[in-house]
């Protein structure tokens, strides 16, 4: 019996990828200056916010491809982690207005996706072979 697991794996990466890389997109136009503030207010410098380009830009392209894949989607999961916790906190148990919907779902969908790139794999559909992938 033929199985599509390896060509769901390669939709769930490029599905992740490609929406994340939205994110990055417009953090490379705009900056990540922002972000150094929430960062400052934890403790935490804000040299860090420039891993923001790491985790939604080079991280995105190498699930696209399935290159170290489980590394890219772990760096993923850290990201959201840390928007969770540096900006989207106050909006955790918050539904929105106008139809409804947890306000964070956007976020949670991503790292709940990027948790499930990181147990499964990139797939047989990918570039590059290691533990990584």
Same mark, same amino acid.
């Given at each position: 019996?033929?199985?599509?697991?390896?060509?769901?794996?390669?939709?769930?990466?490029?599905?992740?990828?490609?929406?994340?890389?939205?994110?990055?997109?417009?953090?490379?136009?705009?900056?990540?200056?922002?972000?150094?503030?929430?960062?400052?207010?934890?403790?935490?410098?804000?040299?860090?916010?420039? #891993?923001?380009?790491?985790? =939604? *830009?080079? /991280?995105?392209? %190498? $699930?696209?491809?399935?290159?170290?894949?489980? &590394?890219?989607?772990?760096?993923?999961?850290?990201?959201?982690?840390?928007?969770?916790?540096?900006?989207?906190?106050?909006?955790?148990?918050?539904?929105?207005?106008?139809? #409804?919907?947890?306000?964070? =779902? *956007?976020? /949670?969908?991503? %790292? $709940?996706?990027?948790?499930?790139?990181?147990? &499964?794999?990139?797939?047989?559909?990918?570039?590059?072979?290691?533990?990584?992938?």
């Amino acid at each position: 019996m033929r199985t599509y697991e390896d060509f769901g794996k390669l939709l769930l990466r490029i599905m992740l990828g490609g929406i994340l890389l939205f994110h990055g997109i417009y953090k490379v136009r705009h900056g990540v200056a922002w972000i150094g503030q929430p960062l400052a207010r934890l403790g935490l410098p804000a040299f860090l916010a420039y #891993g923001t380009y790491v985790a =939604e *830009v080079v /991280a995105p392209a %190498l $699930l696209v491809i399935g290159y170290k894949a489980r &590394l890219a989607a772990l760096v993923i999961v850290i990201d959201m982690l840390m928007a969770m916790i540096l900006v989207l906190r106050p909006m955790l148990f918050t539904v929105r207005g106008g139809g #409804g919907g947890w306000a964070i =779902e *956007v976020e /949670a969908f991503i %790292l $709940l996706s990027a948790i499930c790139v990181f147990l &499964l794999g990139s797939g047989r559909y990918r570039l590059g072979k290691g533990a990584w992938d």
